[in-house]
């Protein structure tokens, strides 16, 4: 996955003619690490990183997700089916995170009935 995905980035920077320096400065990645996804020495970037070069790049995050290995939740109706699933699945939260939103949700249930 991570060979596709760098080959992916590599693609699009040289086609739109950037450097690496180009794209990981407004990125907020180092030019080496960009370089290290590029190669596909990186296992799973992050989502937020992905976000961010997806955005540098001009192209669609749900397509760097997938490619880095990440579970893309389908489209209904134009939204994403799971995106609220998918969010606290994310990698970024911390368990303090997580229960704070579960208790959040709790909360929310238990006004509406």
Do not use: C, W
């Not at 070069?53 to 490619?67: G, I, Q």
Request: aromatic fraction near 4%; proline fraction near 4%; hydrophobic fraction near 35%.
């Amino acid at each position: 996955m991570s060979k596709r995905l760098g080959n992916q980035l590599r693609s699009v920077r040289k086609i739109r003619g950037v450097s690496l320096k180009a794209i990981a400065e407004p990125a907020n990645i180092s030019t080496a690490y960009l370089q290290k996804l590029e190669g596909g020495e990186v296992r799973q970037p992050s989502p937020n990183v992905l976000h961010r070069l997806a955005h540098e790049l001009e192209v669609p995050y749900a397509s760097l997700m997938e490619l880095a290995g990440y579970i893309v939740p389908e489209k209904e109706g134009g939204h994403a089916a799971n995106s609220v699933d998918h969010a606290l699945n994310s990698s970024d939260l911390s368990d303090s995170e997580r229960k704070a939103v579960a208790a959040f949700v709790s909360h929310l249930r238990e006004q509406r009935d």
